[in-house]
């Protein structure tokens, strides 16, 4: 079974910055495709950045420059590193891995964690 517990949200003004981490206990998700996604209120989840088993990262267009995504497999975490937070930023974090097997995709999903950005 797969855990994936987010942390790191809070309260930041405008320009700060947060750390969000996904830790995975259970089964390990690792080597998989890795994710962040966010959903504001009233608002689609939407995807963040994404890490892939080789190492390659995209970005959403809107956060592009100022989050970067990476992974430390000795403590099964991936990270969101958020610089320069705008009040658009606001939304819970959700982290997610994707395991791809021969003939199914499965996806596995934190609980989310809330960022708010506002002065």
């Known amino acids: 079974q797969v855990q994936l517990v987010e942390s790191g949200g809070g309260l930041v003004q405008p320009g700060g910055s947060l750390r969000l981490s996904c830790a995975n206990s259970?089964?390990?998700?690792?080597?998989?495709?890795r994710a962040w996604y966010r959903q504001g209120p009233g608002e689609q989840r939407e995807m963040v950045a994404t890490?892939?088993?080789?190492?390659?990262?995209e970005y959403a267009d809107s956060v592009k420059g100022r989050f970067t995504i990476s992974r430390d497999y000795a403590k099964r975490t991936w990270s969101l590193q958020m610089n320069n937070l705008k009040p658009e930023d606001t939304a819970t974090y959700y982290c997610?891995?994707?395991?791809?097997?021969?003939?199914?995709?499965?996806?596995?999903w934190g609980k989310g964690t809330l960022v708010t950005v506002s002065s």
């Open positions: 997610q891995a994707v395991e791809k097997g021969p003939f199914f995709t499965k996806d596995y």
């Open positions: 890490l892939n088993m080789s190492g390659a990262t």
């Open positions: 259970g089964k390990d998700v690792m080597f998989y495709d």
